[in-house]
């Protein structure tokens, strides 16, 4: 329920906000939560990586927290079970930043490599 409470803020103050079903795009499941997608569809995004003609599978909802992980610049987590989503999510995002950092290191060392050796030339 956290999630839906933070989409209704950000839409209540303005703020953009998409959200990543762990289901196929179609009917809004749990379907009390229709008027916020319709909302968020306004001024963001919903999103899905299950084609339309897949089933609804509850180990659906802990997988989508790789594209939730991937597509999130910031993750606050405000509420967490000991073994819940949410810690599977955040462990998820501290991975890709941990990687994109050593990326990041590797090419910046690649470009200070060839300044180097440019300058010498």
């Not at 998409?18 to 306004?42: C, D, L, N, R």
């Not at 659906?60 to 073994?83: C, G, H, Q, T, W």
């Amino acid at each position: 329920m956290i999630d839906i409470e933070a989409h209704r803020n950000a839409l209540q103050i303005g703020l953009p906000t998409s959200a990543v079903m762990g289901f196929p795009i179609g009917p809004i499941y749990p379907a009390v939560h229709k008027k916020t997608a319709q909302s968020i569809m306004e001024t963001g995004c919903v999103i899905s990586e299950y084609l339309a003609e897949s089933k609804m599978r509850s180990c659906n909802f802990p997988a989508r927290n790789r594209s939730i992980a991937s597509l999130s610049d910031l993750l606050m987590v405000v509420e967490a079970a000991e073994k819940g989503g949410a810690l599977i999510l955040l462990k998820l995002h501290l991975t890709i930043i941990k990687m994109s950092l050593q990326c990041l290191e590797i090419c910046n060392l690649r470009i200070a490599k060839t300044v180097i050796c440019s300058s010498k030339e």
